[in-house]
């Protein structure tokens, strides 16, 4: 009888440990390949022109960004001038909180994205090019993201409004579309 509570006990652990290990977040990519394969197909063909631009530290926590805007300094890329890719924590395992919750906790789920803007800052392409979440994979659409193209910051983006909702991924929508409206912001105001 000690064996077996021995061994369910360690059975449990193993368990319990390696759950850890299948929700942990690995580190963002910030040079995932749909993203040179989009600079190559604009005509960047040296990519050590892309240099990170610093966000000053005060915006950089009061907004907790999870990701790294870059300078595109290639004039063959005219299409394209700045990017931003990152990351959106969505929804924690084993149930959602409130659509806008930013929390940056491992139990997170999340996906990693990029956007591309053009000289004045306004978006040219949204991409989710890293899924983890388990609902919502609907907003990988690129018929959904067209819906960002020519986002300027002037406005703020709200589902219902000027994006639209998709039944059953309530809380990617939300997040994407508040990471997005506050990343170009950023991008306007302080880069």
């Given at each position: 009888m000690f064996k077996m509570k021995i061994k369910s006990g360690l059975l449990l652990c193993i368990c319990l440990f390696g759950n850890c290990f299948i929700h942990a977040q690995h580190g963002i990519d910030h040079k995932p390949k749909a993203?040179?394969?989009?600079?190559?197909?604009?005509?960047?063909?040296?990519?050590?022109?892309?240099?990170?631009?610093?966000?000053?530290?005060?915006?950089?926590i009061s907004n907790g960004i999870n990701g790294k805007f870059f300078l595109i300094n290639d004039t063959n890329v005219s299409q394209y001038r700045y990017i931003y890719v990152g990351r959106v924590n969505s929804c924690r395992t084993g149930g959602c909180s409130i659509a806008d919750d930013n929390s940056h906790d491992s139990a997170s789920e999340y996906f990693d994205y990029y956007i591309l803007f053009d000289n004045?800052?306004?978006?040219?392409?949204v991409k989710v090019?890293?899924?983890q979440a388990t609902h919502g994979h609907e907003i990988t659409s690129k018929?959904?993201?067209?819906?960002?193209?020519?986002?300027?910051?002037s406005e703020q983006l709200q589902v219902?409004?000027?994006?639209?909702?998709?039944?059953?991924?309530?809380?990617?929508?939300?997040?994407i579309?508040?990471?997005v409206d506050i990343k170009t912001k950023i991008l306007?105001?302080?880069i």
């Open positions: 993203l040179i394969k989009a600079l190559q197909k604009a005509g960047a063909t040296d990519l050590s022109v892309i240099q990170e631009v610093n966000v000053p530290h005060s915006v950089n004045n800052k306004k978006v040219q392409t090019f890293n899924y018929g959904w993201l067209k819906q960002f193209i020519g986002y300027d910051g219902d409004k000027n994006i639209d909702a998709i039944s059953g991924a309530t809380i990617s929508v939300y997040a579309t508040l990471d306007q105001q302080h």
